[in-house]
């Protein structure tokens, strides 16, 4: 079975400041990786994938993630943090079912960024 | 992307009751999918809308509670049946391609809170 796991329920970290925003995987066969992010009352906004290629991808809003197969880790990262940057974080992966192309969510991280 | 909207975006139902959530799309998709968000929790998937036959649900999910529809390539409904406060949740469509490696793009959502 295709599962992440995101072990902080919460990171805090100051302006300016580098974020990380954990995210480990158990998948079979190779992981198709995501980050979306979940505003106050807003829907899913996606941020980034990892399909195949460079381990670091971009994302939108200055985000990137690193994909390190023998850790099976996909954190999300940025260098610089911002007050805007605060909301709720969700790492998935997608695979393949009768129904077509599925995405499995992590449980969601909480990130504040102070002043 | 693709551009999503739902209807309603909110509301507040008895017991008992049931309610019929509208997913429309602006260009046309392969892939629709219900989702369920509870407060506090991460995303669980309800269902694949395929267009032309019946939903696929995912474990735990029933087509007599959460009857879908998927008349065309740009909408879906979901209706929730029998309420109880225990379907107090967000509910979320998503579209993507047929390809594995496709992000899904998520409408707003539908805030439900059953009395």
């Known amino acids: 079975a295709q599962s992440v796991a995101q072990p902080e329920d919460q990171v805090n970290v100051a302006e300016g400041n580098p974020l990380t925003v954990k995210c480990t995987y158990s998948?079979?066969?190779?992981?198709?990786l995501f980050w979306y992010v979940q505003y106050p009352n807003r829907g899913l906004q996606f941020l980034l994938k990892?399909?195949?290629?460079?381990?670091l991808v971009k994302g939108s809003y200055g985000f990137e993630a690193e994909f390190n197969k023998s850790q099976t880790s996909f954190h999300l990262k940025k260098p610089s943090a911002l007050v805007s940057d605060s909301a709720l974080y969700f790492c998935?992966?997608?695979?393949?079912?009768?129904?077509?192309?599925?995405?499995?969510f992590g449980t969601g991280t909480q990130l504040k960024v102070e002043l | 992307s693709a551009v999503i909207s739902q209807k309603p975006s909110r509301d507040i139902c008895q017991r008992g009751t049931s309610l019929t959530i509208q997913c429309q799309v602006d260009?046309?998709?392969?892939?629709m999918f219900w989702y369920r968000q509870q407060p506090g929790q991460s995303l669980t998937l309800i269902a694949t809308?395929?267009?032309?036959?019946?939903?696929?649900?995912e474990s735990g999910f029933v087509i007599d509670k959460f009857p879908i529809s998927r008349p065309n390539l740009t909408f879906s409904t979901l209706t929730v049946s029998n309420m109880s406060p225990e379907d107090s949740s967000i509910y979320l469509c998503?579209?993507?391609?047929?390809?594995?490696?496709?992000?899904?793009?998520f409408g707003p959502g539908t805030r439900l809170t059953v009395l």
């Open positions: 990892y399909i195949t290629g460079d381990n």
């Open positions: 998948v079979s066969g190779n992981p198709y």
């Open positions: 998503s579209v993507a391609g047929d390809r594995r490696g496709n992000e899904q793009f």
């Open positions: 809308a395929n267009q032309g036959s019946e939903a696929t649900y």
């Open positions: 260009s046309q998709v392969t892939m």
């Open positions: 998935a992966v997608s695979h393949l079912t009768g129904g077509g192309n599925k995405l499995t």
